[in-house]
């Protein structure tokens, strides 16, 4: 009997893993689906950016008061969960507080977790209130209604909780030390420093032995239950961030923000055009007919690549493209935050499909990301300004999907907006964007 514990804890650790394991195939295949993309260059310079702007959140400050929230969360959330190793080991040998044998650095580490945790909590209820009372402009945008907004309070519900269950947790633990509890008291006096939870502990005085060790093992359990069941809603929350901002950063874009990329096949064809020996009669070579052509841009989510999808999972949804998007702040439709979160939803709505018949092909769906989704307005509303792209902190390119779906509409079905078909045929025919014929093109300077 006295193995049920640790039995129970296997089998609840041994389910969270295997679950997020398959969360994190079906997550690996939905991006898989991308076209392929070499990002493998530069990995030095890619190394020293994902350290500078994933780990040290460089872009994250730029705005000081919900920068330094972040930062207190981030490495809170993060320095805690190191305790989460004991608590495994703890759970599957029965142990209590395995390396309390480290003596002042463990005393030190709990210490240290304990006012992080306090901070956590503190910076949580300052986040809540920033949504939901100030009501700052970027959260509660048309596509922050519904889950969105109640996942970004859902998650921080989830942070307070378990923030809460670590403090009460360790206070009980300390009454237990301190009244000598069998399992609990070590011969070395108190395992690990409380400068936070010393303060709660002594409402547990007066209650009995058995009242307090059932308090602290339900703080326990459902605080490790807790971090599996947070750990497997990562996959269906924005907060995936966590885990994929660091491998989003280090495969995003090297290049200057307004170079754009120029279709090979296109190039080809100019180079063969300006090439005085080709011979625009000549037969293709052997097997060249048969290839299918490529398509030109994107209509749907396996016509981007596999980074832009990787971008759509990593999105936090904090909406600083949006805030400082041109077109968004003079009433367009266009916010690139949604971008990402639609390119997301059809994504999902994909990986679904999938899941239920894996012989589904999105090119036979009667939806698309075009239009279903994203709507052509949206798309000829962008200014190609970059601003959101340099507002990213997790290095997200908008921008880059927003011109593969615009080239799609130009390219393939010469949709394109009145005023910028005049535009490109003036500049077929008068090599210019105006409507003059090139020879009268000086003709204002002799206006006097």
């Known amino acids: ?38 990002r493998s260059d530069h990995k030095s310079e890619r190394m020293s950016k994902m350290m500078r702007v994933a780990l040290g959140q460089s872009k994250m400050v730029t705005k000081p008061i919900a920068g330094a929230l972040h930062v207190i969360v981030y490495v809170g959330f993060v320095i805690i969960n190191i305790e989460v190793l004991e608590i495994i080991i703890d759970g599957l040998f029965g142990t209590h507080r395995i390396f309390a044998f480290l003596g002042p650095v463990y005393d030190f580490l709990i210490g240290s977790f304990e006012i992080l945790a306090l901070l956590v909590a503190i910076s949580v209820i300052l986040f809540w209130i920033r949504r939901n009372v100030i009501k700052i402009r970027r959260f ?10 109640d996942d970004a309070n859902y998650i921080l519900y989830i942070e307070l909780v378990l923030m809460a269950l670590f403090l009460t947790m360790n206070a009980a633990d300390l009454h237990l030390q301190t009244v000598g509890a069998a399992g609990y008291a070590h011969e070395a006096g108190l395992a690990g ?3 936070v939870s010393q303060f709660i502990s002594p409402l547990f005085d007066g209650m009995s032995v058995g009242s307090v060790i059932a308090i602290e093992r339900a703080a326990w359990w459902i605080h490790i239950l807790g971090i599996l069941f947070f750990l497997n809603y990562l996959y269906y929350s924005k907060h995936l961030h966590i885990l994929l901002a660091f491998p989003n950063v280090y495969f995003s874009n090297l290049k ?20 005085p020996d080709a011979d625009p009669f000549a037969e293709p070579a052997e097997g060249e007919d048969d290839e299918m052509p490529a398509k030109f841009g994107a209509s749907d989510v396996q016509d981007l690549s596999w980074f832009q999808l990787l971008s759509s999972y990593t999105c936090t949804e904090c909406g600083r493209c949006t805030a400082e998007c041109p077109a968004n702040q003079t009433g367009k439709l266009l916010s690139p935050r949604k971008i990402m979160m639609d390119t997301r939803d059809r994504l999902e709505d994909v990986g679904e499909k999938l899941n239920k018949n894996k012989d589904y092909k999105p090119e036979e769906d009667d939806k698309q990301l075009l239009d279903d989704y994203i709507t052509r307005e949206e798309l000829w509303a962008c200014t190609t300004c970059n601003a959101c792209v340099e507002a990213c902190p997790v290095g997200i390119d908008p921008l880059s999907i ?19 078909n005049n535009a490109m045929t003036n500049i077929e025919n008068n090599a210019a964007p105006w409507p003059y014929n090139q020879q009268d093109r000086l003709n204002w300077s002799k206006e006097a």
Do not use: C, H
């Open 140 to 149: 509660i945008l048309s596509e922050m209604k519904g889950w969105p907004k």
């Open 402 to 420: 927003i011109m593969d779906m615009r080239q799609y509409l130009v390219m393939e079905e010469s949709a394109a907006p009145a005023e910028l």
């Open 1 to 38: 009997m006295q193995f049920i514990p640790q039995i129970l804890f296997l089998l609840a650790l041994a389910f969270g893993l295997i679950f997020f394991a398959r969360n994190v195939k079906r997550l690996r295949r939905n991006i898989n689906l991308g076209r392929d993309l070499d």
């Open 256 to 275: 200057p923000q307004g170079e754009f990329k120029n279709l090979q096949a296109v190039t080809d064809e100019v180079k063969m055009m300006m090439d």
């Open 193 to 195: 420093a409380f400068p």
